[in-house]
């Protein structure tokens, strides 16, 4: 299911200056295991039923953006204005790109703890997170570790992040594990064996962006071949993703 | 006139692009039109750098489109539509009040007694003897509610008073545009007209030079008029490096008060404030349970709360000391383990830079003696353990001697900031 969206969003996210989450990442394609209380919070703020300021943590790998992305595409699916920021790509620029924010309904800044060395960033995202509480807008935020062990040196950020509502997410186990994969897959028209999906899980590294970039490639080489997604077929296309 | 071009352009957008990077980049413009130009208001740079780079080509020759003989110019730049441009990069739209923030939901304690005493009198008498009012203290203990409480009440008693509360980074902020867009002297009338002005955090002023020139005419011109002023910074106000020494001088001529962390008593009746605002009745048991743990600042009460609050809803559970512990597993189990004895000891000997050992020693020189009795003082406040324990744990002292070092803290907390501020940020490591 790629819409023009997705097409444009594709080819977006080559750019350097792309602040659009990318919309593979929905709800439907989240699979949430232990981190159904999670979700939840996060599909109110989609729909703007609560005005609310959510902290998600947890290990690289979790979910963590993906969820922030999926809030994002549904508060926009509600004709809100959304603007998704990783700050991981955005850290070497000027701060002054947090200014005047206060007029988008939804601000997601991704990767806070990137901005430990970075004191003049912490100080945007300070005041950034004050005016938009002064405007009643809604913010979204992630990083790995709580806020008190982000190890940012402005204690009024961390001081307002220990104020929000602070959600930890969960790794989900082997079975969820297979059953994100497969319906990641399958969304894309793939079917995605169990056991294939042991597979990568056991071999691969285990994060999402990567898994969407081979998905692109089993795609291409299984139309080639016109094979089903086996063990050995899959081992196959690494082998020779490996040697390019 | 009617926005009639951008609505043409519009709706050949809607059919040319998603509906996503419609709602995110397209609608929030806004348009002004006067035949010759086509001026797009984008609200955050943002948008303004995203539409410049994808849309703008597209949005000229839509324009061309419409008006092929004489297509109007397409211009974009960050503003809105709500008041003249001019005059929205100049004032503040509003006070910015949170009506939420009142005398009434600020829980008094012994730790912010006079902060709260200084305020309400103030409300009596404004412009009166505590001017400027400046109250200080660490991040999250309330500075910031008993601004807006003083700001809300002022209201009520002075409808027509012009009562604004801002961050001091709007100051900034909103002086850089007045420079900017040539309009200084707006910038000057306008802060200068209001009848209270009440501004949060001031130790963001620092290193700011021209910033802090302005605000120093501000104030002066505001206490000249008997105009009150309000300032909160993060401590005392000769204490901020960065500021101008007459800037210093001049906030401690009215009334200087501190705000501290809230003690146990006050914390448990924060979070049963706060839980009856959300419309919660929280049990005692579990007002307690929460205070006795979470001790650095309101926020981390707050959050705490927050949480617990949330996962009832989800989960339909009632709120029990036993819901609580699960709730919150994953930060009291960070505050078990940080706040033993001997973390206490590593972490004050690593503040004043001085040897664990010495730390444990029978050495009396003062600058050995200070940080031991502020770790004894520290393993009283956040630990179980008894006062013989505590001196057993310090080299084998007797606890009169804790008892002792517990009584001179206080004592001295009370008379020399710099020793208060070091308690209160080892204080803030340990219990977060």
């Known amino acids: ?244 | 006139m009617a926005n009639s071009l951008w609505k043409g352009c519009l709706r050949r957008l809607e059919r040319e692009v998603p509906d996503q990077q419609l709602n995110t980049w397209i609608r929030p413009l806004q348009a002004q039109e006067d035949g010759k130009l086509l001026r797009l208001l984008a609200p955050n740079r943002f948008v303004l750098d995203w539409v410049r780079d994808h849309f703008a080509d597209r949005i000229q020759e839509l324009l061309v489109g419409q008006c092929p003989d004489c297509p109007p110019k397409l211009k974009l730049e960050i503003g809105t539509n709500l008041a003249p441009t001019r005059a929205t990069t100049v004032h503040p739209s509003s006070s910015l009040l949170n009506p939420n923030f009142t005398f009434d939901t600020f829980v008094e304690g012994k730790s912010n007694q006079l902060a709260r005493a200084a305020s309400s009198q103030l409300v009596e008498n404004p412009g009166g003897a505590y001017n400027p009012l400046f109250i200080y203290g660490g991040v999250g203990l309330g500075k910031t509610h008993l601004m807006h409480a003083i700001g809300n009440a002022l209201l009520q008693r002075l409808p027509d008073a012009e009562v604004l509360y801002l961050h001091s980074e709007r100051f900034v902020g909103d002086m850089v545009k007045a420079l900017q867009h040539n309009a200084i002297n707006e910038f000057k009338r306008y802060y200068r007209g209001v009848n209270a002005l009440l501004i949060d955090d001031i130790q963001f002023f620092a290193g700011k030079e021209r910033s802090q020139e302005e605000f120093f005419h501000t104030f002066n011109a505001l206490l000249e008029g008997q105009q009150q002023v309000v300032m909160s910074c993060d401590r005392y106000p000769k204490e901020v490096q960065g500021l101008e020494e007459r800037l210093k001088s001049r906030f401690g001529w009215g009334l200087t008060v501190a705000i501290e962390p809230p003690e146990f008593e006050t914390r448990a009746a924060i979070l049963m404030t706060k839980a009856n605002l959300e419309g919660i009745e929280l049990p005692h048991e579990v007002a307690f349970f929460i205070a006795k743990r979470i001790r650095s600042n309101v926020r981390e009460l707050e959050g705490a709360l927050r949480r617990v609050i949330a996962n009832s809803y989800f989960t339909g559970e009632r709120i029990t000391v036993e819901f609580t512990k699960g709730a919150l597993r994953d930060l009291l189990a960070l505050h078990d383990k940080l706040v033993t004895i001997e973390n206490i000891q590593r972490t004050v000997a690593e503040y004043y830079k001085i040897r664990l050992t010495d730390l444990l020693s029978k050495r009396r020189s003062r600058s050995i003696t200070r940080p031991r009795q502020i770790a004894m003082a520290l393993a009283k406040s956040l630990t179980s353990h008894s006062l013989p324990e505590i001196g057993n744990a310090f080299g084998g002292r007797d606890h009169t001697t804790v008892l002792h070092a517990c009584r001179k803290v206080a004592e001295l907390m009370k008379a020399d900031t710099r020793l208060a501020e070091d308690y209160n940020n080892l204080l803030r490591t340990l219990s977060t």
């Open chain 1, 1 to 244: 299911m790629v819409g023009t969206g997705s097409n444009d969003c594709s080819c977006g996210r080559q750019l350097a200056l792309d602040f659009q989450w990318d919309e593979r990442f929905d709800f439907a394609g989240f699979v949430a295991g232990p981190n159904a209380e999670a979700v939840a919070a996060l599909e109110l703020i989609g729909k703007g039923d609560r005005r609310r300021v959510i902290y998600l943590y947890g290990e690289p790998g979790v979910g963590k953006s993906h969820l922030l992305q999926a809030a994002c595409g549904e508060a926009s699916a509600w004709g809100r204005a959304v603007v998704y920021l990783p700050l991981r790509q955005l850290v070497n620029r000027s701060p002054r790109l947090l200014q005047e924010l206060e007029g988008v309904d939804v601000v997601a800044l991704d990767d806070l703890d990137c901005l430990t060395k970075a004191i003049e960033w912490q100080q945007a995202a300070f005041h950034l997170f004050n005016r938009l509480q002064d405007a009643g807008r809604e913010l979204l935020m992630a990083g790995p570790r709580r806020p008190a062990k982000l190890g940012l040196a402005l204690p009024d950020l961390v001081s307002r992040l220990q104020g929000v509502l602070v959600l930890r997410l969960e790794k989900l186990g082997d079975e969820d594990n297979v059953l994100a994969l497969s319906r990641r897959a399958q969304r894309r028209g793939l079917e995605l064996p169990k056991a294939t999906a042991r597979y990568l899980l056991n071999h691969c590294r285990r994060d999402t962006g990567y898994f969407f970039q081979l998905l692109d490639k089993f795609d291409a080489a299984s139309l080639q071949a016109q094979r089903r997604l086996t063990v050995p077929f899959v081992k196959k296309v690494l082998a020779e993703a490996n040697n390019d």
